[in-house]
């Protein structure tokens, strides 16, 4: 499905609230990293697609603020830098005539604060900008710290020094707060994924391809994910996309060509029959977290692709690599072993050759050997013998 074929479905209101954000994402991954182009008729579709996904969920309802009054609030999150932007419009609300002014300003900001680093770690690194709309040439900005040396009086003293030159600051009612919230990566060590569920387990794995559907095709999806990952076909971040049909319909269409009836799921009878019908390939199910034991392996030969699969809890996902769903860094398929380095493998009976075999292939060359050895012993004999013959001379 192309781009502009996608926006016009966006303008014409098909897509509900919860398939937005998805099919926004995915318009980004095609014009960035795929390199596809957006017609200039699309691009306004594309401007007002994106100010809506900016927009953030908003306050709850039974949030209350004594000091302030919020205006509207949005928010943006960057996975690729693991920054969360967020932006507040808000008003002071009328301070009491028997208060101090600094101290109610404080709290004021205490009050703002709070909800802004609700879920933030200590660790965080937070940067904020406070704007006026009749002064947009005059931010006001507090530099990147830590959540945790961030406070009101860091914002006081700051503005402290802006009221001094420019008084009219807080002229206007409407004030904006922006911030951008960075959290750093933090190393601990590997997790070991126990106790977790079998869909945590395939998500947290960057070699395993989760299949989501909501019908009993899971075995057909999985087998068609596999095949075009196998292929490097071009429409696999459309088959991934559960917000498109066309994985569906490739699935439907396997099963009719393989006469296969998953309306009841798909059991190891079901794999064999679509066996039977991808002859290029060799289907092989893994039904342990570490690549243990199999569910069902199929034929294996030279001229056959293998097609991965993990089965737990009635699903099917796609293995993408073996040694990053096992977490190993080689992995034997056909002794199913975990190893640290492919040099520990040294004693695999379906690779190395055996001491039975050996033995038989001596008996197989026994005569030749026989004549070998016969000659070695006749020329060792006449070198003696010379030897011999010439130390007696002397």
């Known amino acids: 499905m ?48 994106s100010n809506k996904m900016f927009v953030g969920q ?24 693991n920054t969360l932007a967020k932006t507040i419009d808000f008003k002071f609300k009328s301070a009491d005539s028997l208060s101090n002014p600094i101290v109610w300003l404080r709290n004021a900001f205490n009050e703002l604060l709070e909800h802004l680093l609700i879920d933030a770690l200590p660790t965080d690194r937070v940067g904020l900008v406070l704007r006026n709309a009749s002064f947009p040439e005059k931010p006001v900005g507090i530099s990147f710290r830590r959540v945790n040396q961030l406070s009101s009086s860091v914002i006081m003293t700051t503005l402290e020094k802006i009221l001094q030159s420019n008084a009219q600051f807080f002229a206007s009612d409407l004030l904006t707060l922006h911030m951008d919230r960075v959290t750093l990566p933090v190393g601990y060590g590997r997790q070991r994924l126990t106790g977790v569920s079998f869909e945590e387990f395939c998500r947290r794995r960057h070699g395993i391809l989760t299949v989501e559907n909501a019908d009993t095709l899971c075995l057909a999806r999985a087998l068609v994910l596999a095949v075009a990952w196998k292929r490097n076909d071009s429409d696999l971040p459309v088959l991934k996309n559960k917000l ?21 799921g798909g059991t190891r009878e079901h794999i064999q029959q679509f066996q039977d019908y991808l002859t290029d390939y060799t289907i092989v199910v893994y039904n342990h977290r570490l690549g243990q034991t199999v569910y069902y392996e199929g034929p294996r030969s030279s001229n056959r692709q293998v097609l991965n699969l993990i089965f737990e809890n009635n699903h099917y996902n796609v293995i993408t690599s073996l040694t990053s769903a096992f977490a190993a860094k080689y992995f034997c398929e056909l002794c199913r072993t975990r190893f640290s380095q492919k040099s520990e493998h040294k004693s695999c009976k379906y690779i190395y050759v055996p001491v039975v075999t050996l033995h038989l292939h001596a008996i197989k060359l026994k005569p030749l050997l026989f004549v070998i050895n016969v000659i070695v012993i006749s020329v060792v004999k006449y070198v003696f013998q010379n030897i011999k013959n010439l130390y007696a001379r002397l």
């Open 2 to 49: 192309s781009l502009s074929t996608i926006l016009n479905l966006y303008s014409c209101g098909v897509f509900n609230d919860s398939e937005l954000l998805q099919v926004y994402h995915d318009i980004c991954d095609r014009l960035v990293l795929q390199g596809e182009r957006l017609e200039p008729e699309d691009e306004g579709i594309l401007l007002q697609l």
């Open 58 to 81: 908003g306050l709850p309802a039974n949030e209350e603020f004594k000091h302030l009054k919020i205006i509207g609030e949005k928010s943006k999150v960057i996975k690729k830098f």
């Open 244 to 264: 498109y049909s066309e994985c569906t319909r490739r699935a439907v269409s396997l099963c009719t060509n393989a006469k296969v009836n998953l309306s009841n």
